[in-house]
């Protein structure tokens, strides 16, 4: 068991005591939380520095609000509904379209307006948000995702979680979603975690429920060596969190739109861990390096440089 | 931010609770274990009652030497009141007298009851002279009926006894029997009736009012039985069976028919007792302080307080070492539990219920809900109404636990009503959430988890060295601190987490 820790330790493995001792607790201010944990002042902060996000259709913030919105929903086919302080992608609704007999949702059921108001009714009483606070319902643009990852997504928006660390981008990875994740790209649910090298933005092998393996587990096609389109401008935009939060310590989801290119989903003040099992590798020594040079590393190219050169797939 | 701050931070603490902890054991020689083989009895009556502006006079029965129990020390609590001491019926009664009272008032009575066992050789005495009987008209005549029945159906003395008992709860008797007991149907009337009919057959009997003296009490009360002099002893009937028992560990306050409390001029008196098992030689070593500094020593102990705020005190000083080691299971081995404090609390009320009947009872209460909790949401019902129903779920599943435990006859049902119900609320709640979205095998998984450190929490918190040590020295409590703050900067892997990631180390 001591030989195990020293190995993990040499890999720079981050467990959760250390993620939250040594890098959230000291570097992230808890007074800028509620700029990423509310989705809506995420959405105004990144529209206001200019980076791309999918559209706000509307905000729900009263019951009686549900119903004005629901008439305006009538003119959209498609959209998603997310509560403004979920975590871990519970309590999104995806709508794809619409039919004679009502909406149909991304994982294939038909619902009827009134079932899309109480789900908005349940958000706004609290039922998705940490601590059950009362919370507003987003309702937003649904995107249509890049057919670049189409072979390797079972049923779902597969999105590109990035990590920074003072505005160096230092670990990334693809998350796929899967049958078991019912849709859904988060790991916890049984989504893919694919690893990402950082320098070229190809895909590395990836992880499912804590295994390596090599091939998407519903469409069997290779996750492996898939080049992601507009790496540098995702690595850009992932630098430029920094600025936005000014949380030091934090992930960021982007998606890729086939015409509207990378949105920002959103901004996550403390990421998962499992990405590190999807890159093999440990963030530790990543996040070391950036805390060495830091200082030297002041603007958006410089640091975007910094972690092409040298967090590349060994 | 470096770490030196909470090292000297954690150091501090620990020198000052282990330096205390050290001087209390030096100077006054406070036993480190729990000593099993005391067999001294700290009882309070705590009196209290409203006072309407007047004087006000209340008295209660004083406790005294007997056979097997001596009364070593008494006490009294009675700030402003006068003191007097009179007999009445070979009873002392206390008296607290005060010219003006009003608002609540609190009056305790403390003593220390030495148990010398049974006395095997007790030496016979001559009998005793029949109680004579207070009855008139018309109870006199149904306590005459009620003999008469009981008789018949009786061979000898210990039949009678058990006839009479039946007499008094037979429906052909209801009548006579209601006559008798008057409003208040108690087992303290019961005991009077009893040994009222038993004087009028000529036969030298008494009621006794007294304590039974457990560990691990939660609200003593007092229990009633019957003494009936034969072949030169007072030989102990219970009121129920009407058998002869050995009354392990009874008591004995006061005999005959004399209220507890008299009191003129208050309003609402009401008597709450408590029992302890006395920590002999650190009661002993109380009276010894004899310096100023001994006595501020002394002050940081739970031994100067009144002794149901000391109950209280037993339970709550282990509630720290219970989350020091959820710390532990959480933060260094990595096991999730529903909810922060959860386990602890169940463990604390699993101290009423026993650990298998708390297992038992927390899986019928959880399992029930949780079957309500999932119809609940097929009613598609909000957040706050969804709680607010489950929460009276929860409550109505306790309440028919309790219910039923009672008829059946079984002591842990009734203790579930301690177990934390908004608690168990969340827990429901938490564990459906999580039914959801992971699935019913996580669930259950998380839910084993958390009951499996409720019970490790409880075997710890229990454990009579844990609670002697953490209740005699309470600045252990420091010590305890500094390791959960050190705990608090813990950076390395979890136990779980080295499973977890296992597949980074394999490659080199």
């Known amino acids: 068991m001591l030989s195990l820790i020293r190995r993990l330790r040499q890999k720079g493995v981050l467990g959760l005591n250390a993620r939250n001792g040594a890098y959230i607790l000291p570097h992230n201010p808890r007074r800028l939380y509620p700029l990423v944990d509310d989705k809506l002042l995420t959405k105004k902060l990144a529209a206001k520095a200019g980076v791309a996000v999918p559209e706000l259709y509307g905000v729900v913030e009263t019951p009686h609000q549900t119903l004005d919105m629901l008439d305006k929903l009538k003119g959209f086919s498609d959209f998603v509904v997310k509560p403004a302080h979920g975590s871990g992608g519970d309590g999104i609704l995806v709508v794809v379209g619409k039919t004679k007999r009502g909406y149909r949702l991304a994982n294939g059921t038909l619902v009827t307006l009134g079932e899309i108001a109480f789900h908005i009714n349940n958000t706004l009483s609290g039922i998705y948000s940490l601590g059950g606070q009362p919370d507003v319902a987003l309702i937003e643009y649904r995107v249509k995702f890049d057919p670049v990852f189409e072979d390797i997504t079972y049923n779902g928006v597969p999105d590109i979680r990035i990590i920074v660390f003072h505005g160096v981008p230092v670990m990334a990875m693809v998350r796929l979603p899967t049958r078991a994740s019912s849709g859904k790209a988060n790991l916890h649910q049984g989504a893919i975690g694919v690893g990402v090298d950082m320098s070229t933005g190809t895909t590395l092998k990836a992880v499912y429920k804590n295994d390596i393996i090599e091939e998407h587990p519903d469409t069997g096609n290779p996750v492996m060596g898939v080049a992601i389109p507009h790496w540098k401008r995702l690595l850009t935009i992932a630098a430029s969190s920094l600025e936005l939060t000014g949380l030091p310590y934090q992930g960021i989801d982007i998606v890729l739109d086939k015409e509207l290119g990378p949105l920002v989903l959103e901004l996550n003040a403390r990421p998962g861990l499992g990405i590190q099992i999807a890159n093999r590798t440990g963030l530790g020594n990543r996040l070391e390096k950036v805390t060495q040079k830091r200082q030297s590393l002041k603007s958006l190219d410089e640091r975007v440089a910094f972690a092409q050169e040298n967090f590349s797939a060994e | ?508």
């Open chain 2, 1 to 508: 931010m470096s770490n030196r701050h909470l090292y000297v931070l954690s150091a501090f603490l620990t020198l000052v609770g282990v330096g205390l902890f050290v001087a209390k054991l030096m100077i006054f020689g406070l036993p480190l274990t729990p000593q099993n083989k005391s067999n001294l009895w700290e009882v309070e009556a705590h009196l209290s009652f409203r006072g309407s502006g007047g004087p006000v006079k209340i008295s209660q029965i004083l406790a005294q030497s007997q056979s097997r129990f001596s009364i070593i020390d008494q006490a009294f609590v009675s700030p402003g009141y006068g003191l007097t001491t009179t007999q009445e019926k070979g009873q002392k009664r206390i008296t607290f007298s005060k010219r003006k009272v009003s608002g609540e008032q609190n009056l305790y009575y403390r003593f220390t009851v030495l148990d010398k066992g049974l006395n095997k050789a007790r030496k016979k005495k001559d009998a005793p002279h029949i109680n004579p009987v207070t009855w008139q008209g018309s109870r006199l005549v149904a306590a005459q009926a009620i003999l008469d029945a009981a008789t018949v159906k009786s061979a000898d003395t210990p039949t009678l006894i058990v006839a009479i008992i039946e007499q008094l709860e037979a429906k052909a008797s209801a009548s006579h029997a209601r006559v008798l007991f008057g409003k208040q149907r108690s087992l303290e009337t019961k005991a009077e009736i009893v040994s009222g009919i038993l004087s009028l057959a000529k036969l030298p009997a008494r009621s006794v009012h007294g304590l039974s003296l457990h560990r691990a009490h939660y609200q003593p009360h007092f229990s009633h039985w019957l003494e009936l002099f034969d072949n030169g002893v007072w030989q102990p009937y219970s009121l129920i069976t009407g058998q002869p028992t050995d009354l392990e560990n009874h008591f004995p306050w006061w005999r005959g028919a004399l209220p507890f409390v008299q009191m003129e001029g208050g309003k609402r008196p009401v008597t709450n007792l408590s029992v302890s098992w006395g920590e002999e030689s650190a009661l002993l070593s109380v009276k010894q302080a004899t310096n100023d500094v001994e006595k501020a020593l002394l002050n940081v102990s739970f031994f100067s307080l009144p002794l149901d705020v000391q109950q209280v005190y037993r339970i709550m000083v282990v509630a720290p070492l219970g989350a020091l080691l959820l710390v532990f299971l959480r933060n260094v081995i990595g096991i999730g539990t529903f909810g922060t404090f959860m386990p602890v609390l169940m463990a604390m009320s699993f101290r009423e219920t026993e650990l298998f009947w708390g297992i038992l009872l927390f899986t019928i209460i959880i399992g029930i809900s949780l079957i309500v909790r999932i119809y609940f949401e097929s009613l598609k019902l909000l957040v706050v109404p969804r709680l607010a129903a489950l929460l009276i779920v929860v409550i109505l599943v306790m309440a028919g636990l309790s219910i039923l435990g009672h008829k059946m006859g079984l002591g842990g049902g009734l203790s579930v009503a301690l177990f934390p119900m908004v608690i168990l609320t969340m827990t429901v709640e938490r564990i459906s959430i999580l039914w959801d979205e992971r699935g019913p095998a996580q669930a259950i998984k998380h839910g084993i988890s958390s009951l499996a450190v409720a019970s490790l929490c409880y075997v710890v918190m229990t454990h009579d060295m844990v609670e002697h040590l953490l209740f005699v020295f309470p600045e252990l409590l420091l010590v305890l601190l500094a390791i959960t703050l050190l705990l608090g900067r813990y950076t390395g892997y979890r136990l779980m987490e080295l499973v977890r990631f296992r597949v980074l180390a394999k490659e080199a």
